[in-house]
């Protein structure tokens, strides 16, 4: 029988009559044991000591005299293990626990109640030992292996037989990729189509502490005692675990047949080692986390279900109650990658994992070399895959090893402007790219087009926008840039660097033009997207892409939309279009509608429906933006006719947009948007006369749910309406005084900041008391406080980013001169740079930029406006805590992108290399020493 769950118990563990310090009584019921005491208290009230010793002596005997008693043979049982199989199962929510003599003697006892002619479904992404011995039952005893995806539940119903599956072979996480597989799920699905389909999981990257299957439908559960549950790497040990009788017979069996019964000696040894199995593993997965967000934004691919963004994190939540100690990144090369591991000092090069002291490894030439290439290759192993496993060291030691180990493999370099190491993209791909691209301008209709567009950050009426009040919006100076290059194949092309390194080819003929309607230069786009394009590109151009890469559909249909609407049936004109971003993607700031901007602006260019005229030369009476000392040169018009398709852009992207964040984009500035439908004056307004402002925009790292947070608000409105209604009358008041001070020439610029700054802190109150902050955002405000400084969240809040105000040398010189020279080791103790780290250390990205500035810019097409060459220069205090380097692409198209060009004739080599192979700190300046830039 299986032991009493209590409800009232964390994780549900069973009680297994361990009694409790507390009487019962009707006022003071008995509560359970939480995990850690379970864990540290051994005792099995049926199996009382003689002489009360406080540690399970070691039975170090074969045999037992007399007969008829409990014990005769250890092979058959021993008191030792008995109390450790007691143990195991009190903590497993187990009702029988089996211990062996290794985690692979576990599978061996497992897999004999097979039987020839069963099918057994099992991952693909299996250690290297599990997939040898499912090959041998494979080729020895008949037994039908199907390897499959377990991670989406629906890939294993084309192989459920009712009547053949005998067994479901699970791991979650997986090792060494960490894929998670929703345990529950395909347990409920399993025993639905098979239901004498035995549900078996290999629990040892989590152990009991951190995941109980059997909680989540699985049959039998074993762990190799070996990892955590010894947590030393002083014995070798196998646990099994089930809660039906039947099966448990069939086990103890096999083991008392076998002989493979662990030994007093060792029971005794795991016995101690599970009592500090919550102490170690909290420890460990906490320096695990850190170095998981280490290595994560320095821009490798981690695998670790303690990110936001790891595939089937929500998932993992679920099912267990931490994210374990073992993680995993690849380095884009494996050579790269073994001289990391070789360069490691506190990391031990080992196999295995879960012991007090870290260890690195590379997988596929050590615990899954037995997996041939092939088959490593078709289950997407990586070759240069790098496993650490965490142990119980100074988590500080631990990374500055680590960070050694990478500086000396070339894998990382410090970047001054940022003053951290950042990756090195592979050299051999980038030499690879150079000699595939001749990177020379082409002319006329082959012109490649350089354009950029600023973010957008809310000043004031966040939220309170949804119910009619005025929100002021301002240009960020964090701007997506957007490169069409002429292509001489017939091909269209896409290359979205911030989301995945996204990069697909199409052959422009074969796009489905028979569904387009264009429209002609100087017509409106309908109120309603052509839904039959739509449908057409979703089926026919963009089938490929997977709902897990939803960001970069959307950004294909919206590009792939406007080329084939403002297409004038004329010629299909062939590009590649390369984008990417300063600003950090999906914080809230504006950046789908910089790149709506950047692809619609390429469109119109590449279909000649806007033109540049040459601009006039350079006048004290022209516009001047603060930091990209560009000049007014785009018409009014044209600016208007970008915005008009940037906002279809919008629309394919997010279904009904306010216009808002695209209009900021083309035009820069300030404005003043009144959502329509509130019995007031709506649209658009810009403030003119906006002065930029210096900003510290710090991103929280907080994913949001914007829907969610603006229902909430909703939600309060309708329960406590006077409540709200009040809060938002007084936002209106906040965003109608800001309003009329940014549009002020008069005001003294010391009384605007001081005006603006109390602005702030009462706008951020109000959305305090609306219920949309978050702890992150708050705690980046004390720590700015502080320093003197206001700030507030900006967008939909509930993570996502804060603004925070820095004086200019009006009021308060040191922080110009570090903008200025923050570089320079003259100001490394300046206060601006002691909150900088402040808000690093703290786990926050914080980004030194402007507000107010220029909109939409294209690099001037004339060659009186060109630089000569593209070198880069040192990243200025402008670039300062830019994201992190985008990785270059691994390979290219195989055809050439552009021709005409003639190397010792034509100086103006092309954009499209050094575009992609500058660095995010890089490319903002590398930007503006090429040429001339035009802006709205």
Same mark, same amino acid.
């Given at each position: 029988?299986?032991?009493?769950?209590?409800?009232?118990?964390?994780?549900?563990?069973?009680?297994?009559?361990?009694?409790?310090?507390?009487?019962?009584?009707?006022?003071?019921?008995?509560?359970?044991?939480?995990?850690?005491?379970?864990?540290?208290?051994?005792?099995?009230?049926?199996?009382?000591?003689?002489?009360?010793?406080?540690?399970?002596?070691?039975?170090?005997?074969?045999?037992?005299?007399?007969?008829?008693?409990?014990?005769?043979?250890?092979?058959?049982?021993?008191?030792?293990?008995?109390?450790?199989?007691?143990?195991?199962?009190?903590?497993?929510?187990?009702?029988?626990?089996?211990?062996?003599?290794?985690?692979?003697?576990?599978?061996?006892?497992?897999?004999?109640?097979?039987?020839?002619?069963?099918?057994?479904?099992?991952?693909?992404?299996?250690?290297?030992?599990?997939?040898?011995?499912?090959?041998?039952?494979?080729?020895?005893?008949?037994?039908?292996?199907?390897?499959?995806?377990?991670?989406?539940?629906?890939?294993?119903?084309?192989?459920?037989?009712?009547?053949?599956?005998?067994?479901?072979?699970?791991?979650?996480?997986?090792?060494?990729?960490?894929?998670?597989?929703?345990?529950?799920?395909?347990?409920?699905?399993?025993?639905?189509?098979?239901?004498?389909?035995?549900?078996?999981?290999?629990?040892?990257?989590?152990?009991?502490?951190?995941?109980?299957?059997?909680?989540?439908?699985?049959?039998?559960?074993?762990?190799?005692?070996?990892?955590?549950?010894?947590?030393?790497?002083?014995?070798?040990?196998?646990?099994?675990?089930?809660?039906?009788?039947?099966?448990?017979?069939?086990?103890?069996?096999?083991?008392?047949?076998?002989?493979?019964?662990?030994?007093?000696?060792?029971?005794?040894?795991?016995?101690?080692?599970?009592?500090?199995?919550?102490?170690?593993?909290?420890?460990?997965?906490?320096?695990?986390?850190?170095?998981?967000?280490?290595?994560?934004?320095?821009?490798?691919?981690?695998?670790?279900?303690?990110?936001?963004?790891?595939?089937?994190?929500?998932?993992?939540?679920?099912?267990?109650?931490?994210?374990?100690?073992?993680?995993?990144?690849?380095?884009?090369?494996?050579?790269?990658?073994?001289?990391?591991?070789?360069?490691?000092?506190?990391?031990?090069?080992?196999?295995?994992?879960?012991?007090?002291?870290?260890?690195?490894?590379?997988?596929?030439?050590?615990?899954?070399?037995?997996?041939?290439?092939?088959?490593?290759?078709?289950?997407?192993?990586?070759?240069?895959?790098?496993?650490?496993?965490?142990?119980?060291?100074?988590?500080?030691?631990?990374?500055?090893?680590?960070?050694?180990?990478?500086?000396?493999?070339?894998?990382?370099?410090?970047?001054?402007?940022?003053?951290?190491?950042?990756?090195?993209?592979?050299?051999?791909?980038?030499?690879?790219?150079?000699?595939?691209?001749?990177?020379?301008?082409?002319?006329?209709?082959?012109?490649?087009?350089?354009?950029?567009?600023?973010?957008?950050?809310?000043?004031?009426?966040?939220?309170?926008?949804?119910?009619?009040?005025?929100?002021?919006?301002?240009?960020?100076?964090?701007?997506?840039?957007?490169?069409?290059?002429?292509?001489?194949?017939?091909?269209?092309?896409?290359?979205?660097?911030?989301?995945?390194?996204?990069?697909?080819?199409?052959?422009?003929?074969?796009?489905?033009?028979?569904?387009?309607?264009?429209?002609?230069?100087?017509?409106?786009?309908?109120?309603?997207?052509?839904?039959?394009?739509?449908?057409?590109?979703?089926?026919?151009?963009?089938?490929?892409?997977?709902?897990?890469?939803?960001?970069?559909?959307?950004?294909?249909?919206?590009?792939?939309?406007?080329?084939?609407?403002?297409?004038?049936?004329?010629?299909?004109?062939?590009?590649?279009?390369?984008?990417?971003?300063?600003?950090?993607?999906?914080?809230?700031?504006?950046?789908?509608?910089?790149?709506?901007?950047?692809?619609?602006?390429?469109?119109?260019?590449?279909?000649?429906?806007?033109?540049?005229?040459?601009?006039?030369?350079?006048?004290?009476?022209?516009?001047?933006?603060?930091?990209?000392?560009?000049?007014?040169?785009?018409?009014?018009?044209?600016?208007?006719?970008?915005?008009?398709?940037?906002?279809?852009?919008?629309?394919?992207?997010?279904?009904?947009?306010?216009?808002?964040?695209?209009?900021?984009?083309?035009?820069?500035?300030?404005?003043?948007?009144?959502?329509?439908?509130?019995?007031?004056?709506?649209?658009?307004?810009?403030?003119?006369?906006?002065?930029?402002?210096?900003?510290?925009?710090?991103?929280?790292?907080?994913?949001?749910?914007?829907?969610?947070?603006?229902?909430?608000?909703?939600?309060?409105?309708?329960?406590?309406?006077?409540?709200?209604?009040?809060?938002?009358?007084?936002?209106?008041?906040?965003?109608?005084?800001?309003?009329?001070?940014?549009?002020?020439?008069?005001?003294?610029?010391?009384?605007?900041?001081?005006?603006?700054?109390?602005?702030?802190?009462?706008?951020?109150?109000?959305?305090?008391?609306?219920?949309?902050?978050?702890?992150?955002?708050?705690?980046?405000?004390?720590?700015?406080?502080?320093?003197?400084?206001?700030?507030?969240?900006?967008?939909?809040? +509930? !993570?996502?980013?804060?603004?925070? &105000?820095? /004086?200019?040398?009006?009021?308060? *010189?040191?922080?110009? #001169?570090? @903008? %200025?020279?923050?570089?320079?080791?003259?100001?490394?103790?300046?206060?601006?740079?002691?909150?900088?780290?402040?808000?690093?250390?703290?786990?926050?990205?914080?980004?030194?930029?402007?507000? +107010? !500035?220029?909109?939409?810019?294209? &690099?001037? /097409?004339?060659?009186?406006?060109? *630089?000569?060459?593209? #070198?880069? @220069? %040192?990243?200025?205090?402008?670039?300062?805590?830019?994201?992190?380097?985008?990785?270059?692409?691994?390979?290219?198209?195989?055809?050439?992108?552009?021709?005409?060009?003639?190397?010792?004739?034509?100086?103006?080599?092309?954009?499209?290399?050094?575009?992609?192979?500058?660095?995010? *700190?890089?490319?903002?300046?590398?930007?503006?020493?090429?040429?001339?830039?035009?802006?709205?």
């Amino acid at each position: 029988m299986a032991p009493s769950i209590d409800p009232r118990a964390p994780g549900k563990f069973p009680i297994h009559s361990l009694p409790t310090p507390e009487p019962e009584s009707p006022l003071r019921p008995r509560k359970p044991y939480r995990f850690s005491t379970l864990c540290a208290t051994v005792e099995n009230p049926d199996m009382k000591d003689q002489y009360g010793s406080s540690s399970v002596p070691i039975y170090q005997t074969s045999t037992f005299k007399g007969v008829g008693g409990e014990y005769d043979y250890s092979r058959s049982g021993n008191p030792t293990r008995s109390h450790l199989e007691h143990h195991i199962a009190k903590i497993s929510s187990a009702a029988h626990a089996f211990t062996v003599s290794s985690g692979m003697a576990a599978l061996d006892v497992i897999l004999r109640m097979l039987k020839p002619g069963d099918e057994v479904i099992a991952g693909d992404d299996l250690y290297g030992g599990t997939n040898r011995l499912l090959t041998y039952i494979r080729t020895h005893v008949g037994v039908t292996i199907h390897h499959v995806d377990t991670t989406n539940p629906e890939t294993l119903y084309p192989y459920i037989n009712p009547t053949k599956t005998a067994m479901v072979l699970l791991e979650s996480p997986t090792n060494p990729l960490l894929k998670i597989v929703d345990l529950a799920t395909i347990s409920k699905d399993v025993k639905e189509r098979a239901p004498n389909a035995i549900i078996v999981v290999d629990n040892t990257m989590m152990s009991p502490y951190l995941q109980r299957p059997l909680e989540h439908g699985a049959d039998i559960v074993y762990d190799s005692a070996t990892k955590y549950l010894s947590g030393h790497h002083d014995l070798m040990a196998g646990v099994v675990t089930c809660n039906r009788d039947d099966i448990a017979k069939k086990l103890a069996f096999t083991i008392n047949s076998v002989g493979n019964a662990l030994t007093p000696i060792d029971a005794f040894l795991l016995l101690r080692g599970i009592k500090t199995l919550a102490l170690r593993m909290d420890r460990q997965q906490a320096t695990t986390q850190m170095v998981a967000e280490y290595l994560y934004t320095l821009g490798f691919q981690v695998h670790y279900p303690g990110l936001a963004d790891h595939p089937g994190q929500e998932v993992h939540a679920r099912i267990a109650d931490g994210n374990g100690a073992v993680l995993s990144f690849e380095t884009g090369n494996k050579e790269l990658s073994e001289k990391i591991v070789a360069g490691t000092r506190l990391w031990g090069i080992s196999v295995s994992f879960g012991c007090v002291n870290s260890l690195i490894s590379m997988p596929c030439v050590m615990s899954h070399a037995s997996i041939d290439p092939a088959t490593r290759a078709a289950r997407g192993l990586p070759e240069d895959l790098i496993r650490l496993c965490v142990g119980i060291e100074d988590p500080h030691d631990l990374l500055t090893d680590l960070e050694h180990a990478l500086i000396d493999a070339g894998a990382i370099v410090l970047d001054v402007a940022q003053n951290k190491y950042v990756r090195v993209p592979d050299s051999a791909a980038l030499a690879l790219a150079a000699n595939k691209l001749r990177l020379e301008a082409a002319e006329d209709k082959r012109q490649e087009w350089f354009i950029s567009a600023p973010g957008k950050i809310i000043l004031f009426g966040e939220h309170a926008v949804v119910h009619g009040v005025t929100a002021i919006a301002a240009s960020v100076d964090l701007r997506c840039y957007g490169l069409a290059t002429p292509r001489k194949d017939g091909k269209l092309s896409i290359h979205l660097m911030d989301i995945g390194n996204f990069y697909h080819e199409w052959d422009v003929q074969t796009l489905p033009w028979d569904a387009v309607t264009p429209i002609a230069p100087g017509d409106e786009h309908p109120e309603e997207l052509d839904y039959r394009l739509v449908v057409a590109l979703n089926e026919k151009a963009l089938h490929f892409i997977g709902d897990e890469n939803k960001a970069a559909h959307g950004a294909c249909l919206a590009f792939l939309y406007l080329y084939m609407i403002l297409n004038r049936n004329e010629e299909y004109p062939a590009f590649d279009f390369a984008a990417r971003s300063t600003l950090p993607v999906g914080a809230g700031l504006g950046s789908s509608a910089s790149y709506s901007v950047c692809a619609a602006t390429a469109s119109l260019l590449v279909h000649r429906r806007i033109n540049l005229p040459r601009p006039l030369p350079p006048s004290s009476m022209e516009h001047i933006h603060i930091s990209h000392q560009g000049r007014r040169a785009i018409a009014p018009a044209t600016a208007e006719e970008v915005n008009k398709w940037a906002f279809v852009a919008e629309k394919i992207l997010h279904g009904n947009p306010s216009g808002v964040d695209n209009s900021v984009a083309v035009f820069g500035g300030a404005l003043a948007y009144t959502r329509p439908g509130f019995g007031k004056k709506s649209g658009m307004e810009g403030i003119q006369g906006f002065k930029h402002f210096n900003f510290l925009l710090t991103n929280s790292k907080v994913p949001r749910d914007t829907k969610k947070l603006v229902a909430g608000v909703g939600a309060k409105k309708a329960k406590e309406p006077e409540l709200v209604n009040s809060v938002l009358e007084a936002i209106q008041t906040i965003s109608d005084e800001a309003r009329r001070a940014l549009a002020d020439p008069e005001l003294p610029r010391e009384s605007l900041l001081s005006a603006v700054s109390a602005l702030m802190n009462e706008n951020h109150q109000h959305l305090v008391t609306l219920g949309v902050s978050h702890p992150a955002l708050e705690s980046i405000r004390r720590t700015t406080l502080a320093h003197k400084l206001t700030t507030k969240l900006t967008g939909a809040g +509930g !993570g996502g980013c804060a603004v925070t &105000l820095i /004086p200019d040398e009006s009021c308060c *010189a040191e922080y110009t #001169r570090l @903008r %200025r020279n923050i570089i320079d080791s003259e100001f490394k103790d300046n206060e601006l740079q002691d909150l900088i780290n402040s808000l690093i250390r703290e786990g926050f990205q914080p980004y030194l930029t402007s507000v +107010g !500035g220029s909109g939409l810019g294209i &690099l001037s /097409p004339y060659p009186e406006h060109r *630089a000569l060459g593209s #070198r880069s @220069r %040192r990243p200025t205090s402008e670039t300062l805590l830019s994201p992190p380097e985008t990785p270059t692409p691994l390979g290219w198209s195989p055809n050439e992108i552009v021709d005409g060009y003639e190397k010792d004739t034509d100086p103006f080599p092309p954009l499209h290399h050094p575009f992609v192979a500058s660095s995010v *700190a890089e490319l903002p300046d590398w930007a503006g020493e090429i040429g001339r830039w035009l802006y709205v």
